[in-house]
């Protein structure tokens, strides 16, 4: 019925769809945050409890506020890092350096509305005891970012790593 070239045709692009299946697959697969076990990681006062019930929402259980924002840096970045990093880069005018010049415009309007420093003014603005908080959260991506494994597949197709927060 059919010739054995074509068989043979057929067969080669059947094996490399499931090479590359298994590869993206493998990709996606270790670039999931851990979801159970013990995580050690420098940067707490004191141990942590984190749980995640059947949706994958954290329950957090620390002594102190800057540990339970730790913890909850720690785990957004697990969960949305690349997401994090692009609203950031959105915000101050950086989108150009991994998208090229598709993204200048929208980042010469993001510069001229200064919303980087803006922020940083805000931030300066709060309560020690608030500028405490969200270090600790920065603190904590930052953690993520240094003991994954593996990013966000997004971050190896588009060649970059994420900047320190």
């Known amino acids: ?18 090479v590359v299946s298994a590869l993206v697959s493998y990709q996606v697969v270790s ?7 013990r995580v050690s990681v420098s940067g707490l006062g004191a141990p942590v409890a984190i749980r995640f019930d059947a ?10 506020r800057e ?19 692009l609203v950031r880069r959105k915000a101050t005018g950086r989108l150009a350096e991994i998208f090229g010049e598709a993204a200048l415009a929208n980042d010469i309007e993001q510069l001229h509305l200064d ?15 608030h500028r405490a908080v969200l270090a ?16 966000a597949p997004e971050f190896r197709l588009l060649q970059y790593e994420p900047t320190p927060w």
């Open 136 to 151: 600790a959260y920065a603190r904590g991506v930052n953690s993520y970012i240094r003991s994954a494994d593996s990013l």
């Open 1 to 18: 019925m059919f010739s054995k070239g074509l068989r043979a045709a057929v067969l080669v692009v059947v094996v490399a769809v499931a």
């Open 31 to 37: 670039s999931l945050p851990q979801r159970s076990g």
């Open 55 to 64: 949706y994958g929402i954290p329950d957090i259980r620390a002594a102190t």
């Open 115 to 129: 919303f980087g420093h803006a922020a940083e003014r805000l931030v300066d603005s709060l309560p020690a005891e």
């Open 67 to 85: 540990d339970a924002a730790f913890a909850l840096g720690y785990v957004t970045a697990g969960d949305r890092l690349f997401q994090m990093d």
